[in-house]
């Protein structure tokens, strides 16, 4: 595809690689980061700019893609304080942002409406596959928001995904991230109380593991964490203070739309307890440290 002017917002340990990806694959990127000593690191290492002014940083780009904390980093990032002075305000006409931030559909929804009044496109696009995907270039990633945006994205994303999805309009991408991340807590307990479960009845964990893992219990969370959760090894992964943000969208939207989640309920409160144990950083499958 045709080389583009790219911006990247936020380099943690998703966004870095992510770009780093985008760089490699011969676009012209610019990233930016609060902390401009992530942007110059990541800039040493890929063919790109580190720039240390957000609305320079996005003044020439195509498409503006981001990766921040949580509704408010993306809030104050695109519209500004008080809503004034944003780097939507410095983006040309025509460019389109795609933002893989976990956030809630109704921010999604927001800024969409936002952009569409500057001559902007906007895709809510969260991510799954970890930091590991990113690395990769794995991740799946779930959009929200119009097909003609989205057709002109997709080449861009491809670069660090395995699977892009237009899933529907603004804030769907956001939606279908929450099911991801609700169907992830029951998984994760519930192989949290089989292992712990295996380990009082005195079993062999990585036997066990290896039998059950050949049938209807497999599961990536099986496969990925079963062995480190048998090791007690938590200090790698999706961090329990990012899942229990994730768990709180969950549960906000299920309160609008009047879905029941009594499990993720549940298990949010567990992961309460694990971040009481000090294991705010630890990785999810920290839930099997309640029960051993």
Known sequence: MKAQKICFIGMGVMGAPMAGHVAKAGHDVSVYNRSA??????????????????????????????CLGNDQSVEETLLGHDGVNGAMQSMRSGAVIVDHTTTSAKLAGKIAKAAQALGLSFLDAPVSGGEVGAQNGALTVMVGGAAAAFERAKPVIDHYAKAVTLMGDSGAGQLTKMVNQICIAGLVQGLSEGMAFSEKAGLDGK???????????????????????????????????????DLGLCLDQAQE????????EIVDQYYAEVQAMGGARWDTSSLIKRLI
């Not at 739309?257 to 993720?264: C, E, H, M, R």
């Open 37 to 66: 000593e992530k942007s110059e690191r990541w800039a040493a290492e890929y063919s790109g700019t580190a720039s240390t002014d957000l609305h320079s940083a996005v003044k020439n780009a195509d498409i503006v893609l981001m």
């Open 207 to 245: 036997l066990v593991l290896d039998v059950i893992s050949k049938g209807a219990a497999q599961s990536w969370q099986m496969e990925n964490r079963g062995e480190t959760m048998i090791a007690k090894e938590f200090d790698f992964g999706f961090a329990v203070d990012h899942m229990r943000k």
């Open 257 to 264: 739309t009047g879905a029941q989640l009594p499990i993720v």
